[in-house]
Structures are given as structure tokens and as C-alpha cells.
């Protein structure tokens, strides 16, 4: 078992260009997480998905961002038009149901906006 | 505000000694779960420990959800128990899509 493996590690744009961020969730679980993590703010959750379909993309900055999770086996958070505030380690998480079963993160993509 | 603080911000320990870390809610809360990471490491689930206490090894969590709080205590402290431990809550019972976490905090063991 590999784990939650999000690509790439690192990611560094210019102010205005695109950002897809990658993660593989961990085989045989239903349910994907993605949150933003920042020093000044902490973890902030984004959004989730369960067996594929959206369930809650309430942390999501409505314009600029968006996930997808096409099959069981990634999901993708782009960001269009980056700027330099959305500059953070991007975490994806999985879990078995997403109901109270113990979260298993990535080691993140650092994402930074010059 | 911050609806979860964590104390002491950051700590330095060294080996051997016991560390004791602090979360405390701002609002009613059903479950709480505590999290290590390592610098540029992933975030790895330590405890989930919706009330009472567990133990696991060296570390001993206790939450108290009529008082808002939880605390992580480390026994014996090692080198390799350096990094950041977070706490999150979850508003909803089990519910992982709605946790709210902490800032922190940094544990430094020093041989």
C-alpha cells in the first residue's frame, strides 16, 4: 500500500497561470478530502467527494477553483488564474467511508505564486 | 476567531522528559481526532477520540467534551517524536468533511 500519492511535490506558477494538482487515493477508499494548509491560517477544508461524486465543495473559493474525481483512482484540484494568496501545501486525504473512519493524507503539493 | 487553540505554540523538550499539549473549543464539538506531521511529511491520524482517554504506546490522549477540551500527553519523549501535532474537531459526529482544526503545535526533543 502506497499511501495517498499527490503529484506534483512542488509547484511554482506565475501570477495568472494555471495550476492541476494530482492525487491517487488509497485503493478500496470511497472517500477523498482536499484542504489548504497555510501557516497563518491552518488546515482549511475544501472539499470532499464520495464513490466519485461531489459532497461538499463548501471550502471552495467559488470562482477560480475546482475538483474533479473522474474515476476511483484521482482526483484533480485546479486552479485557474493563480494568485499569489492562493500559494499553500495543497493535502489530499482518503478514507474508507469518510463517516468517523481515520483519515490518511498525502504528503501534499507545495504550490507557490510569484 | 480561532474556534480551536492549541498550547503551548511551540516546545522544546529534551529526551526523556514528558510533554503534555493542549486543545481547547470555542464551540460544542462531537468528536475530536489528533494528527502528527513531520516537516514535509504527510499528516498521519494519531488518536480519534470522540471522549474519555486513550492510550497508544508512549502517547495518551484525554478528551473532555462537557469542558471543550483535549490534551495529548507524551511520555519519555524521543528525537524522533519531533514535529506538529494537531488536534480538529469535528462538528458532526464522524463526520471528517467538517473538521475544524488547530494551528498547532511544534515539539522540538533535543538529544
Known amino acids: 500500500n502506497a499511501g495517498v500519492i499527490q503529484t506534483p511535490r512542488h509547484k511554482v506558477t506565475g501570477k495568472g497561470q494555471e495550476a492541476t494538482l494530482w492525487c491517487e487515493p488509497i485503493?478500496?477508499?470511497?472517500?477523498v478530502f482536499w484542504y489548504r494548509q497555510t501557516i497563518v491560517q491552518g488546515l482549511e477544508f475544501l472539499t470532499y467527494?464520495?464513490?466519485?461524486?461531489?459532497?461538499?465543495d463548501s471550502g471552495m473559493p467559488k470562482e477560480r477553483f475546482s475538483a474533479q474525481m473522474p474515476n476511483q483512482s484521482h482526483s484533480t484540484l485546479k486552479i485557474q488564474s493563480t494568485q499569489p494568496q492562493d500559494s499553500a501545501v495543497y493535502l489530499c486525504a482518503s478514507s474508507l467511508e469518510g463517516q468517523g473512519e481515520t483519515l490518511y493524507f498525502g504528503s501534499g503539493t507545495r504550490l507557490t505564486v510569484l | 476567531g480561532q474556534q480551536v487553540q492549541q498550547s503551548p505554540t511551540s516546545l522544546v523538550l529534551q529526551e526523556g522528559e514528558n510533554a503534555e499539549l493542549q486543545c481547547n473549543f470555542s464551540t460544542s464539538l462531537n468528536s475530536m481526532q489528533w494528527f502528527y506531521q513531520r516537516p514535509g511529511g504527510s499528516l498521519i491520524s494519531v488518536f480519534y477520540?470522540?471522549?474519555?482517554?486513550k492510550q497508544s504506546g508512549r502517547l495518551t490522549s484525554t478528551t473532555v467534551i462537557k469542558e471543550r477540551r483535549s490534551s495529548l500527553h507524551i511520555s519519555s519523549s524521543q528525537i524522533t517524536d519531533s514535529g506538529t501535532y494537531l488536534c480538529a474537531m469535528a462538528l458532526n459526529v464522524g463526520d471528517n468533511s467538517k473538521l475544524i482544526w488547530g494551528l498547532g503545535t511544534s515539539l522540538v526533543v533535543n538529544p
Open positions: 477520540n470522540p471522549s474519555g482517554t
Open positions: 467527494f464520495r464513490n466519485q461524486a461531489p459532497i461538499d
Open positions: 485503493s478500496g477508499h470511497s472517500a
